[in-house]
């Protein structure tokens, strides 16, 4: 069965403070890994995609990494701008209607 | 350009009372999803549309049903609300086919919906 766990739940932090937010994965036949930006009240937003292990994507003060068996996202001196929930989702080789999974996410809050 | 957009955004039903969930997308794409977002849990995936036409249940379809009777819009229906359904509900769509960097869902803002 396909599953994404993200950790942690919920994570302050101080403008600047650097840090890591994680998603473990396991899925048969990963055809890609989603990462979403979800600001309250409103949809998830996309941000990457990545398809294999090795991969990095960035954008902006955010950066993507991708292994066998789960991948990162590495916010760089964030600032409170940067505060919302990151989801993450995979979609696997049986999603033949591209099928997501998602993860519960990680709330993130940064602090001037 | 609006993308995906769900009416209404925010509803409050009485237990048994029936209501329907618009969502119109207006990037011409082929497949398209409801899902209920609760706390602490990832979005779940109710019903989706491959095509006009066409329905599929997700992974928690029961007490919902759903019609794609144009391309553009995909509507969710609540037949006899119970309090279970208080959820956050959003509609997605995406491309179908190749390449798959292509296959992205993409979200409506979401309905609140309480059942009392």
């Known amino acids: 069965e396909d599953q994404v766990t993200q950790s942690p739940e919920a994570l302050r932090l101080q403008e600047g403070e650097s840090s890591s937010l994680n998603c473990s994965y396991t899925?048969?036949?990963?055809?890609?890994l989603f990462w979403y930006r979800q600001d309250p009240g409103k949809g998830p937003e996309f941000l990457f995609t990545?398809?294999?292990a090795g991969e990095e994507k960035e954008k902006e003060r955010l950066k993507a990494t991708l292994t066998k068996k789960e991948s990162f996202l590495h916010i760089t001196a964030p600032k409170p701008e940067d505060s919302a929930t990151y989801l993450c989702a995979v979609r696997g080789v049986s999603g033949g209607y591209n099928k997501l999974i998602f993860g519960a996410g990680t709330r993130l809050a940064v602090h001037p | 350009n609006a993308g995906v957009t769900q009416t209404p955004k925010f509803r409050v039903l009485k237990t048994g009372q029936s209501m329907t969930l618009l969502c119109a997308q207006d990037?011409?794409?082929?497949?398209m999803y409801w899902y209920r977002q609760d706390p602490g849990m990832g979005l779940r995936l109710i019903h989706y549309s491959v095509g006009e036409g066409t329905t599929a249940k997700g992974e928690v379809p029961d007490g919902y049903n759903v019609s794609r009777l144009k391309k553009q819009n995909f509507l969710l229906g609540l037949e006899s609300a119970a309090p279970s359904q208080t959820s956050v509900y959003f509609c997605?769509?995406?491309?179908?086919?190749?390449?798959?960097?292509?296959?992205?869902?993409?979200f409506g803002a979401g309905t609140r919906l309480s059942v009392l």
């Open positions: 990037m011409n794409h082929e497949y």
């Open positions: 997605a769509s995406s491309y179908s086919g190749q390449p798959l960097a292509k296959n992205i869902q993409y």
């Open positions: 899925v048969s036949g990963l055809r890609g």
């Open positions: 990545l398809y294999s």
